[in-house]
């Protein structure tokens, strides 16, 4: 029920913003967030934010990365400034209700040449 875009292929420096909607109707969203998964290694946390706006960020991407969402458009976004290849990896969007049920998008690819 999520769909994620956004991701591509971007020179060291640049710049991507990923977006992800749901598709469906989904009430009660508590905290939307931002994973990534590089190949051969463990999905972690880049970005997350609540329903109150606040927010917290893996430290490897912060002061570069900006999480936001528009609650109306059961929508996050995730701006990625100044990217480096480490930053490669295949971005998943996840939503989390309060009722403690996660959704996860299908994943977009982002990669960061040198």
């Known amino acids: 029920q999520l769909q994620a875009s956004g991701g591509g292929l971007v020179q060291a420096g640049g710049s991507l913003r990923l977006s992800c909607a749901a598709s469906?109707?989904?009430?009660?969203?508590?905290?939307m967030g931002w994973y990534r998964q590089a190949p051969g290694k463990q999905r972690e946390l880049v970005a997350g934010i609540t329903s109150a706006g606040r927010t917290n960020y893996a430290d490897s991407v912060k002061g570069r990365f900006t999480i936001s969402r528009d609650n109306a458009k059961n929508t996050v976004y995730l701006q990625m400034n100044s990217l480096k290849p480490e930053d490669s990896a295949d971005y998943y969007c996840?939503?989390?209700?309060?009722?403690?049920?996660?959704?996860w998008g299908q994943g977009t690819q982002v990669t960061v040449s040198s």
């Open positions: 996840n939503f989390l209700t309060g009722g403690g049920y996660a959704y």
């Open positions: 469906g109707s989904i009430s009660r969203i508590n905290v």
